[in-house]
């Protein structure tokens, strides 16, 4: 993998890890359209390091956050940043379960699996238009409601569904208040993306000598870079209710990707 297309990809994971439109779809599609020549390992270590840059940037936007939760919890006694680190992991369960169980499986299916990836953005595409038509109510994430939004992050494990697409569009269905619904989408992945790259340390994965530094280098900065900015965009479009665009999108690409695999 070249400076450019670490560089291209690296923003594409920072912009569409908080942009509803499937980080994993279009780091898929830009390999496949760049001509991405990588082995498997040296492709999935450079997904996971693009991963850790945006976590990293949803550390440094919700830091204040982040820090209460903490401070919270060291106070050992029951108050709203314990119930919501409760939530928060109850909501990792599903997906956990599934990355354990069926790992090899998911990892089959980022290689460039273009038609899988087109259908799955035209059902987020699906999602984010009914979730933008849904009618504002102010409802709190309930420990009912964190577990039904951890299934959603389950499904979008699947390349081209977006996991920040169907955690707020499954949220905003529900009837939670939007801004809470994007601050707890974007602080539920953390966790899961941090177990995801230990794993992959202690189960041999991730290896110094298996690629060049460089690209992981360029790819990690640009992916935290841009990251911040799609973070704190995110942010306020969901509140204004402009989902409805990213649905459009999505179905552009989507049925794009499909037509491109199946007739061209």
Known sequence: MGFWEALILGIIQGLTEFLPVSSSGHLE???AFLGDNSLPEESLLFTVVVHAATA????????KDILEIIKGLFQFKWNEQAEFSVKVILSMIPAAIIGVLFNDQIEALFNKQILLVGAMLVITGLLLFLADRAKRTEKQVS???ALIIGISQAIAIL???SRSGATISTSVLLGIDREKAARFSFLMVVPLILGKMAKDVLDGNISSEM?????????FV???VSGLVACTWMIALVKKSQLRYFSFYCFIVGFGAIITTLFI
């Not at 990293?56 to 830091?63: A, G, K, N």
């Open 159 to 161: 390349p081209g569904i």
């Open 222 to 224: 640009a992916a935290f």
């Open 211 to 219: 690629t060049n530094a460089m690209p992981l280098i360029v790819g």
């Open 29 to 31: 599609l830009g390999k």
């Open 143 to 145: 420990y009912g409601y």
């Open 56 to 63: 990293l940037s949803t550390l440094v936007v919700f830091r």
